[in-house]
């Protein structure tokens, strides 16, 4: 049967053990009940890791072999001794011990409460998948027992798992955080261990007393792959769970145990910069396939979000938000057919993140300035091209967007499609730049003219005190000056801009920092500048961050890339917030002040995925530029 490659049957079948003493507690007498379990739990061993045609052929033998009768009476849910016929397969039911029924996993999905004042990057929408995925979670830590999750990006695995540690009691669990790249060395692996242990004894080490240790191991197959064909942070690892012990680096290689520790891991299907990991080492882990959201589940997260959102909006523009959910959803499912990835597109991937960026940038609405329907849809435009069409690298692709957008408003507001399909278009929060004590509101800008009149008065501030730009703001600058406010604006906002020197890329960005309110922050490459020298830098602007509570835009060019090694430097503190080691002790990510976010960025012939956050409770925007991969004569185009 089609599953996720190489994973033993022998270890799938301990998966099976492990699972049935996760959920059998006590002692179980009734045959009937027992049998529920041991469906639940052969689903969670054998079951899990098979992909959706697995999947069915599967639930058809279990339960051609199980020869229960079925109930299928709507809302009249199966007993012991019955099997659920509601839905097609028995993946879609949870055994529930309490009540002694087959309960469907969508009737267990907790309502989703939107909370105003919740940052966008930290919410969280509970969909039949994140259910599940926190249910196995909590029986698998429950039982200390190593747990991956496997599954394409944007299903979910990172911001699940993370929405599981956040609610781990702080007084028993540590959480440590660490996002593998293909630069991730052994050494980093344990660095990162050993900086969160302390001695107990002389050879044993551990988590302070009475707690317990969990690593989350976020992209765990992206390290490079050696030439003797290992991958050597895994190789560590596989010693550290099989054997419970690591040895010292340099002369003395003691050994040291390691006490109280646990993981969760994540991971892609291998390929696309993924490798294949170690057979031997996966089989330590328990498997679950994470299957990429149902477009029920995509309407469910952003249509709760939205309603949430316009909750006290016109009552117009509240009963849109449905409509506008799923034109989104069109949008992307069209974007992804009509543009996939190429060699020279590579960059051409659009999953759940961009679909969340299009929201984040409609939760910046408010009912003062959004009124009318109309209103309201244009900045929806506004946002789907920030997302997808600003990514693309040419008129043909660009247009293909623009025709879709313009055929989605024709189709369904039309009315308003003169308000929405007007051009230019260009929203910010930059009107009261200057006033300090003014609260910004994204708004309509409406037109070059009253954009132009806006930033040249910024200009004309920021040369005063800086070194003077000489920069005309022409129509195009104008609408880049626009697109990178607006998403250094945003939490998580990263941008990597691409276009060929000289096309003003970080004037605009340093111009946009400026009116943003954000110092820049870049390195200064002189002689014999080394990786040290970039650690050391990245302190002080820790150090700024952290104690002084700025906000920063991190300004990165192709120039700043010394040696290789900065990236990856960059791609940690992307993803989990810190260069690790930047300093000895509590520099671990904290996950309650880490929100996640992409950006993405060629290193070399390799393509690499970036994460940013914030830092330190310090508002942290990294901006990352490069030029490349644009052909001439192309204006600058933004990533993000
Ligand atoms: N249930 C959800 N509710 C809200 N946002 C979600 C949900 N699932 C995923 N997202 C958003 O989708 C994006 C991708 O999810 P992520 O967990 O990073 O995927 P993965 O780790 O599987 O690649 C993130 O921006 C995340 O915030
Ligand atoms: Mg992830």
Redesign the pocket.
């Known amino acids: 049967m089609y599953g996720l490659n190489r994973v033993f049957s022998t270890s799938q079948v301990t998966q099976l053990a492990k699972m049935l003493d996760a959920l059998l507690e006590g002692e179980i007498e009734d045959p009937d009940l027992l049998e529920c379990f041991f469906l639940e739990a052969l689903y969670f061993s054998l079951g899990a890791s098979l992909l959706e045609d697995g999947r069915i052929k599967f639930d058809e033998s279990v339960k051609r072999i199980a020869s229960l009768p079925t109930a299928d009476t709507e809302e009249v849910w199966a007993k012991p001794g019955e099997l659920p016929g509601q839905l097609p397969t028995l993946y879609e039911f949870h055994f529930d011990s309490k009540r002694n029924q087959w309960i469907p996993w969508s009737k267990l999905v907790p309502e989703y409460v939107h909370d105003h004042q919740r940052k966008f990057?930290d919410?969280?929408?509970?969909?039949v998948d994140?259910t599940r995925t926190t249910w196995i979670l909590e029986r698998m830590v429950k039982i200390k027992q190593p747990v991956i999750f496997v599954?394409e990006?944007?299903?979910?695995?990172?911001?699940?798992t993370q929405n599981f540690l956040r609610h781990l009691s702080e007084d028993t669990n540590i959480v440590l955080m660490v996002s593998f790249s293909s630069r991730t060395t052994s050494m980093d692996i344990q660095r990162n261990l050993e900086a969160n242990v302390e001695k107990r004894t002389r050879d044993t080490y551990g988590p302070p007393m009475g707690k317990y240790l969990l690593v989350f191991m976020d992209d765990m197959n992206m390290p490079k792959v050696d030439e003797y064909g290992t991958q050597q942070p895994i190789a560590l690892l596989k010693l550290l769970l099989e054997k419970g012990y690591l040895y010292d680096r340099g002369k003395e290689l003691n050994c040291k145990n390691i006490r109280d520790l646990g993981f969760i891991a994540?991971m892609?299907k291998a390929g696309g910069g993924r490798n294949e990991v170690d057979p031997r080492f996966l089989s330590l882990f328990s498997t679950f396939n994470?299957p990429f959201p149902s477009e029920e589940s995509l309407h469910l997260?952003y249509f709760s979000i939205l309603k949430g959102h316009t909750a006290d909006f016109h009552e117009s523009i509240v009963a849109v938000s449905g409509l506008l959910t799923s034109c989104t959803l069109t949008l992307y499912k069209n974007i992804v057919q009509d543009l996939p990835p190429t060699p020279s597109k590579f960059h051409y991937i659009f999953?759940?993140?961009d679909l969340?960026r299009v929201f984040n940038g409609l939760v910046l609405t408010n009912p003062q300035r959004f009124q009318t329907v109309a209103q309201m849809v244009r900045v929806w435009r506004n946002e789907c091209l920030r997302v997808f069409h600003d990514r693309l690298i040419n008129k043909t692709d660009k247009q293909l967007v623009q025709d879709h957008i313009g055929n989605l408003v024709l189709e369904h507001f039309e009315e308003d499609e003169e308000v929405v399909m007007r051009d230019p278009i260009l929203f910010g929060d930059f009107r009261m730049a200057l006033h300090e004590e003014e609260t910004r509101i994204y708004e309509d800008i409406q037109d070059y003219e009253a954009a132009k009149a806006l930033f040249q008065e910024i200009l004309e501030e920021y040369n005063e005190i800086n070194t003077r730009m000489n920069l005309v703001l022409f129509d195009d600058a104008l609408e880049h000056l626009t697109r990178v406010h607006r998403i250094i604006r945003m939490d998580h906002g990263h941008a990597l801009l691409v276009g060929v020197g000289g096309s003003g890329k970080q004037l605009l960005a340093r111009l946009a920092a400026f009116t943003a309110g954000y110092e820049v922050f870049e390195i200064l490459l002189s002689r014999g500048y080394s990786e040290n020298s970039f650690r050391e830098d990245l302190k002080s602007l820790y150090m700024k961050l952290g104690l002084e509570n700025k906000t920063v835009m991190f300004l990165f060019t192709d120039a700043h890339v010394a040696e290789e090694g900065f990236l990856e430097l960059i791609n940690n503190m992307l993803t989990s917030g810190t260069p690790r080691p930047v300093a000895s002790g509590a520099h671990q990510a904290d996950p309650h002040h880490s929100p996640?976010?992409w950006v993405w960025l060629p290193s070399g012939p390799a393509l690499t995925s970036w994460w940013a956050s914030t830092a330190l409770g310090g508002r942290w925007k990294y901006f990352l530029t490069q030029h490349c991969w644009v052909p001439r004569r192309e204006t600058p185009g933004c990533l993000h």
């Open positions: 990057i919410i969280l929408v509970h969909t994140t599954g990006s944007g299903t979910s695995k990172t911001a699940a994540a892609g994470v997260i999953n759940l993140r969340s996640w976010g």
